[in-house]
């Protein structure tokens, strides 16, 4: 399966600290993209990153891929409690079809 | 409307009854998704609408399954002889057109429950 895996399922922090969700998948990628997901709502995209980039940053967000192995990392910076969510990361494979696979998310919580 | 709306937003139906879910994308969106969420789950790729395209349908778990969409407007999922493990969240997403370089904008969802 394409499947992408997030680790940790579960992570819990102190507001103001840094908080690293990995993400690793199985087969070659187009674009990778990360969301997040608040209880009871709809997936929210926060940022995209191509197969010919390494990283990529927005406000506190920075997302790095690395092809060769697989993976890619969501870090949040300076987080905050409204930063309390599930996060995903979706893989696009197109030579697959037209399906998005996301992975099973990682739960973080932001203590205040 | 801004966003995806979906209806309802909540549905307890007994097994063995018909439910039909509701989309409305964001207008001008040709790309449409489903997907279903079990508790505490990753997202499963249900079926895919582009435009005027056949549909890819290979996401659907079991003939029970069946969506439809007119055009680039709204579309319905339908469940037939509902079972108890099709209880989960419903998930529509709509994009501007085909491709992984364009985010997906998501609804909050249909939680369904089958008694």
């Known amino acids: 399966s394409q499947q992408g895996e997030e680790d940790p399922q579960a992570l819990s922090i102190q507001e103001g600290e840094n908080a690293t969700m990995n993400c690793s998948y199985k087969?070659?990628?187009?674009?990778l993209q990360w969301y997040r997901q608040n209880s009871g709502r709809g997936l929210v995209h926060l940022i995209l990153?191509?197969?010919?980039?390494r990283e990529k940053h927005s406000g506190r967000l920075r997302v790095t891929l690395d092809t060769s192995k697989k993976s890619s990392s969501l870090l949040i910076t300076a987080s905050r409690a409204a930063d309390t969510a599930s996060y995903f990361c979706?893989?696009?494979?197109?030579?697959?079809?037209?399906?998005?696979?996301f992975g099973t998310g990682t739960s973080l919580t932001v203590i205040p | 409307g801004a966003g995806v709306s979906q209806s309802p937003s909540n549905k307890v139906t007994e097994k063995g009854k018909d439910v039909e879910l509701r989309c409305d994308p964001i207008?001008?969106?040709?790309?449409l998704y489903w997907y279903r969420q079990r508790l505490g789950q990753g997202l499963e790729f249900l079926i895919y609408?582009?435009?005027?395209?056949?549909?890819?349908k290979s996401g659907l778990p079991s003939d029970r399954f069946s969506a439809e969409r007119t055009g680039e407007s709204v579309s319905t999922l339908t469940i037939q002889r509902t079972q108890q493990e099709d209880s989960a969240v419903y998930l529509c997403?709509?994009?501007?057109?085909?491709?992984?370089?364009?985010?997906?904008?998501f609804g909050d969802g249909t939680r369904l429950s089958i008694l």
């Open positions: 997403a709509s994009s501007q057109w085909r491709g992984g370089n364009q985010p997906q904008h």
């Open positions: 087969t070659s990628i187009n674009n």
């Open positions: 990153i191509r197969s010919n980039e």
């Open positions: 979706a893989t696009d494979a197109s030579q697959f079809g037209n399906q998005f696979y």
């Open positions: 207008s001008g969106h040709t790309a």
């Open positions: 609408f582009q435009g005027n395209s056949a549909p890819d």
